[in-house]
C-alpha cells in the first residue's frame, strides 16, 4: 500500500527521474475479456485525456465501454480536486455506486484522478468507503492493468499512490476520444504553487517531455489524419525549462508549425512565463491557432500577491496588449477566482475593471474554494458567502456582455470552422470551432465530413455561439 502525503508532495523533484518506456504485462493482455467498464471523468482535459489512456488500458485487459453504470462490471471515477464541488461530485457518484454494489457485491469500483492524491479522501476512503477496491494516484496511472487485477485476484482492497512523481513514463496506449482532433501532453505538473491552487500537490513538479518523443507523437497524429492538436500541460509556456538550456514552448510550437497540421493549441499559459519569442511565433504562423487562454485570476495587485501569482495587475495588461498587438485577430480567454480571502469591494472593482478594459472572449469564473493543505486556506476569510456570490454574478454579467459583443463583431465576416459533428436541431445544420475557439452553428447544402474545415459566414451572434452558412 502506498499512501499519499503531502510533505512529500511539496518536496520539488527537478531532474532526478528517469524517461521509461510503458510495457504491458502479457499475462493479463485479455484475461477480463467481455467485462464491462464505466468510466466519469471530472475535471480538465489533463483528466479527459488521461481517460484516453485509461480506457485503452482496461480495453487490454479486455474491458469494454459502457455509457450506463448499471450494466458494468467495475466503475471508475476519474476525479477533480480544484474546487470543493467537484469532490462532492465524485462522492455523490460513490453514494449512488454504493447502492448498487449493495445489489451486486462483485460490482468494482475504483478512484483515479486528482483526488487519489490527497491524503485526507484517501483517509475518508479507508475510514468509511472499505467496499471501494482500488485507489490510483495520478503519478502511477499507468499501473492500472496490474493493480486492478490484484484487487480482483486478493480480494483485498488495494490503495497506490505515490506522491512523489517517479518516472515519466512514455508510450501509454490511448484509444482517442475523436478522430479529427487531438490532446497532446507536453508537460506535467506545476511549480507555481498559488496560494488557493492544488495543483502542484496532486499532479507534482513541473515535467516536460523530450521534444522527440512529442514531435514524433504529432507526427503519427498527422500520419493519421488528424486536424488538430492540443498541446497540454498545467503551465505549457514552462516547456523545456526543467530539460533544455535553450529549448522552450516557443520552440516546440515552431516545430510543429512547420508540420503538416492545420491547426495547433496549447492551454493553459501562466502569465509569468509568457516571452516575447513565444509572443511572435504565434502571430507567425497561420496553422497556430489565435486563440490564448490567459488566467489573470484578480484584477487587482494586492490579490494577485496574496494568492503568489508573482505579476501585478499592471504586468498583466502589459503582457494582454502585447499579444493582441502581434498576433492578428487573437482571442483571448480568462480564469477569474472572485472572494480570495482579503478581497474588500475596491480589489473586485479593479477586477471588473481589468475585465472592462480586456474585454475577454471568454471567462471561466469561480467562487474561492478553500483546498485543504493550501496555504491560502489557512488566511482569514471575513467576506460572507452571499457576498462572494453577489460578486460573481456582477462579475458574469459584465464578462457575458464582452461575449456577446465580440461575437456581434463578427456578424458578416467568413471564419474557418473545424466540423465537429451533425447538429440534432436541424436537418443541413452542422456545428464546429472557429479558428478563435468560437462555437459556431451553420448550414451546409452539400456533403461534408466531420473533420472538414470549411468556411463559414457568420449570420448572427449569440453570447455563447454564433449562427452561420457555409460558403463555398
Ligand atoms: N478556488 C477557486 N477556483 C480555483 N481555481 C484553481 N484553484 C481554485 C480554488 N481553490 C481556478 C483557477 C484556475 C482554474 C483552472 O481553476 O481560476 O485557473
Ligand atoms: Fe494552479 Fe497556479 Fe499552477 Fe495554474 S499555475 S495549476 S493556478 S498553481
Not at 110 to 117: D, H, P, R, S, V
Not at 247 to 276: Q, V
Request: glycine share 6%.
Amino acid at each position: 500500500m502506498h499512501l499519499p502525503n503531502y510533505q512529500e508532495a511539496r518536496k520539488r523533484v527537478a531532474k532526478d527521474y528517469q524517461r521509461v518506456a510503458f510495457s504491458f504485462d502479457r499475462h493479463i493482455q485479455g484475461k477480463y475479456k467481455g467485462k464491462k467498464f464505466y468510466l466519469k471523468t471530472y475535471g480538465c482535459q489533463m483528466n479527459e485525456h488521461d481517460s484516453e489512456n485509461i480506457e485503452a488500458l482496461l480495453v487490454y485487459l479486455g474491458f469494454i465501454k459502457t455509457a450506463d453504470y448499471h450494466q458494468a462490471d467495475l466503475v471508475l471515477l476519474n476525479t477533480c480536486s480544484i474546487r470543493e464541488n467537484a469532490h462532492n461530485k465524485a462522492f455523490g457518484m460513490l453514494g449512488r455506486v454504493k447502492h448498487l454494489k449493495g445489489q451486486r457485491p462483485d460490482l468494482l469500483v475504483g478512484i483515479c484522478g486528482c483526488m487519489a492524491q490527497e491524503a485526507s479522501v484517501v483517509d475518508k476512503i479507508l475510514a468509511d468507503y472499505p467496499w471501494v477496491n482500488f485507489v490510483l494516484g495520478t503519478h502511477n496511472l499507468y499501473q492500472l492493468p496490474n493493480i486492478l487485477d490484484k484487487a480482483i485476484e486478493e480480494e483485498k482492497q488495494q490503495i497506490e499512490v505515490f506522491s512523489k512523481e517517479g518516472d515519466l513514463v512514455e508510450g501509454i496506449p490511448v484509444i482517442r476520444a475523436n478522430s479529427f482532433k487531438a490532446y497532446v501532453n507536453i508537460i506535467y505538473g506545476c511549480n507555481k504553487f498559488c496560494t488557493y491552487c492544488i495543483v502542484p500537490y496532486t499532479r507534482g513538479s513541473e515535467r516536460s517531455r523530450r521534444k522527440e518523443d512529442i514531435l514524433k507523437e504529432v507526427d503519427e497524429l498527422i500520419q493519421d489524419g488528424y486536424k488538430e492538436i492540443t498541446l497540454l500541460g498545467q503551465n505549457v509556456n514552462a516547456y523545456g525549462k526543467d530539460l533544455y538550456e535553450d529549448y522552450t514552448l516557443g520552440n516546440l510550437l515552431e516545430d510543429i508549425a512547420k508540420k503538416d497540421i492545420p491547426r495547433i493549441r496549447f492551454m493553459t499559459s501562466h502569465p509569468w512565463d509568457f516571452t516575447d519569442h513565444m509572443i511572435e511565433v504565434i502571430g507567425k504562423y497561420s496553422n497556430i491557432m489565435p486563440s490564448v487562454h490567459l488566467p489573470v485570476q484578480s484584477g487587482s495587485s494586492k490579490i494577485l500577491r496574496l494568492m503568489g501569482r508573482r505579476y501585478t495587475r499592471e504586468d498583466y495588461l502589459k503582457l494582454f496588449h502585447q499579444i493582441k498587438k502581434v498576433v492578428p485577430n487573437v482571442c483571448i480567454s480568462t480564469d477569474i477566482i472572485v472572494g480570495f480571502p482579503g478581497e474588500t469591494e475596491e480589489d473586485f472593482l479593479e477586477t471588473l475593471s481589468l475585465v472592462e478594459e480586456c474585454k475577454f472572449d471568454n471567462a471561466f469564473t469561480f467562487i474561492f474554494s478553500k483546498r485543504e493543505g493550501t496555504p491560502a486556506c489557512k488566511l482569514d476569510d471575513f467576506v460572507p458567502l452571499a457576498e462572494k456570490e453577489e460578486r460573481l454574478q456582477r462579475l458574469n454579467q459584465v464578462v457575458n456582455s464582452y461575449f456577446l459583443q465580440n461575437n456581434l463583431a463578427l456578424v458578416d465576416q467568413v471564419v474557418p470552422v473545424l466540423v465537429e459533428g451533425l447538429s440534432e436541431k436541424k436537418e443541413n445544420m452542422y456545428f464546429g470551432y472557429s479558428d478563435t475557439n468560437k462555437l459556431i452553428n451553420f448550414t451546409c447544402n452539400h456533403k461534408i465530413m466531420v473533420g472538414d474545415i470549411v468556411l463559414v459566414r457568420i449570420t448572427s451572434a449569440k453570447t455563447w455561439s454564433l449562427d452561420g452558412e457555409e460558403v463555398e
